[in-house]
């Protein structure tokens, strides 16, 4: 595609629901990142994959996420029994390569709002 | 641990005056700095690094190591420029990590 796909655009849930956030990276690009941009927080680095595997998941808040790649493309990010401080935009983020000099590409986010 | 510090969160200047919007960060290694931008309704997108020393939409940063210090600037701003704008920080983990961001508005 011509660039990073995230679907649903927008999710509205209840709390206590479970959510599957999905990424469709830029074809080809072998990193992925999530990052959650809240009000008055900025970017907070959630992970990251470099082909199917995450070496950095220090950035998940707590257990009820979770994140999975496969087949080195599309990536869904979980969040389980959801509360209301989730509420955020989740965004998605590709490069070509790892490495310090391929910058990121951006999705336009999903919206989700936890009532 | 690294760090990247925005001290302002909104900034808002007059259409022709100069901008800068500053930002600072703390890594022990050799740092990688990049300026993202995000204009309303429109995707989180790249304007420049440190790297390619390159000037995009009249904007220039230069890295100070000794302030450790990647300023963003702009001689004379346009209504356009009006946007969110994050300094973020790539490390040799490949670990990019962003500033709180700073919204700057641009008045006519």
């Known amino acids: 595609g011509a660039g990073v796909s995230q679907s649903p655009s927008n999710k509205v849930t209840e709390k206590g629901k479970d959510v599957e956030l999905r990424c469709d990276p830029i074809s080809g690009h072998t990193a992925l990142y999530w990052y959650r941009q809240s009000l008055g927080q900025g970017l907070e680095f959630l992970i990251y994959f470099q082909g199917n595997s995450a070496p950095d998941k220090s950035g998940l808040p707590s257990d009820r996420f979770s994140a999975e790649r496969t087949g080195g493309s599309v990536s869904t990010l979980t969040i389980q029994r959801t509360q209301q401080e989730d509420s955020a935009v989740y965004l998605c983020a590709s490069s070509l390569f790892r490495g310090r000099n391929s910058p990121l590409h951006f999705g336009n986010g999903t919206r989700l709002t936890v009532t | 641990a690294q760090r990247v510090t925005q001290p302002e969160k909104l900034l808002s200047v007059f259409k022709g005056a100069p901008v800068e919007l500053k930002c600072n960060y703390s890594?022990?290694?050799?740092?990688?700095l990049f300026w993202y931008v995000q204009y309303s309704r429109q995707r989180l997108q790249l304007l420049l690094r440190?790297?390619s020393r390159e000037s995009i939409k009249g904007f220039t940063a230069d890295l100070n190591k000794g302030e450790t210090s990647f300023h963003l600037k702009k001689p004379f701003a346009q209504e356009e420029d009006s946007a969110m704008y994050y300094c973020a920080l790539h490390n040799a983990g490949n670990m990019l990590t962003f500033g709180g961001g700073t919204r700057l508005m641009v008045k006519p």
């Open positions: 890594y022990s290694g050799s740092p990688e």
């Open positions: 440190h790297i």
